[in-house]
């Protein structure tokens, strides 16, 4: 196992951090989580102060997803600046708009450089008590109108891709080793958090096919955006609670500038729970601030 010095790591492990803030007191992990803020060529200095509040407010702070408008290299270098007073660590997975200009991969080297750890690529455990899976994703829709892998080739292609998101995050949750696990996506797993949108594209919004490995890891929380004008909070089938945490909806329904501070309460049976905490890991970046 690594340290995620280079938000990376061997992708059969997850990746280790020493807690940063948990509070001693009242035994929680803060975590903060933003998604869909778009940031275009000309966006330089929109979000930096506001990013540069999390590291008082949080102990770790999760992207979800559509960081860019068009997922350019130049969009993804002004992404890095706004993030670039972040010393807490930065666990994200990309969004549909990160993929419109087909570099993906560019995308992810630039965040891996500057140290923020893709969740698609390896789960991630902040300390002995809390860690954290995600996967970007994808489309199919909710309940009876779930689109079915039958028909043309390409329906089945559309399905399975949905499917193949499933497993990733279902493989990624059993390699947690933490009691607590805590999830990250950009589509929505469940219906609830998307209303409010137009009823017509609820199929292009999530997949409630995300909810299996969810619920029966017993997730603590789930995070996604996407949904601008859906609905900021629901819970799954288990009673896991699910934030929609796109840009406009964390502003408008929480009134906070730009990212929602969850807190995470650690039991006082958690493995580990008296224990002293183990210091924080820097990355070489904040190291050098």
Do not use: W
Request: charged share 25%; aromatic share 8%.
């Amino acid at each position: 196992m690594t340290d995620g010095r280079n938000g990376g790591g061997p992708r059969d492990e997850p990746v280790a951090f020493g807690r940063r803030r948990e509070d001693r007191a009242g035994r929680v992990v803060r975590v903060a989580a933003v998604g869909d803020f778009h940031c275009g060529e000309k966006d330089g200095g929109l979000y930096r102060d506001q990013f540069a509040k999390v590291n008082d407010q949080a102990d770790v702070l999760l992207l979800a997803g559509d960081l860019t408008r068009r997922g350019t290299p130049a969009e993804i270098d002004v992404v890095l600046r706004e993030l670039q007073d972040v010393r807490i660590p930065i666990l994200a997975v990309l969004g549909n708009h990160d993929h419109e200009s087909g570099q993906p991969e560019k995308v992810n080297e630039a965040l891996r450089t500057r140290g923020v750890h893709l969740l698609d690529e390896a789960p991630f455990e902040l300390n002995e008590h809390v860690g954290f899976a995600g996967v970007k994703g994808f489309m199919g829709g909710f309940g009876r109108y779930t689109l079915t892998a039958f028909g043309e080739g390409e329906t089945k292609a559309f399905v399975n891709t949905t499917l193949e998101e499933v497993q990733k995050l279902e493989y990624s949750l059993r390699r947690l080793s933490t009691p607590i696990r805590v999830v990250l996506l950009h589509y929505a797993p469940i219906m609830e958090t998307v209303m409010g949108e137009p009823e017509q594209i609820f199929p292009f919004l999530g997949n409630d096919r995300l909810l299996e490995p969810i619920d029966r890891f017993n997730a603590a929380v789930v995070f996604h955006g996407h949904a601008h004008h859906g609905t900021f909070s629901g819970k799954t089938p288990a009673g896991v609670p699910v934030f929609n945490v796109s840009m406009v909806r964390v502003r408008e329904d929480t009134g906070a500038e730009l990212f929602y501070v969850h807190e995470i309460p650690i039991p006082a049976d958690s493995p580990g729970a008296e224990s002293e905490p183990e210091p924080g890991v820097e990355t070489p970046e904040t190291a050098a601030r």
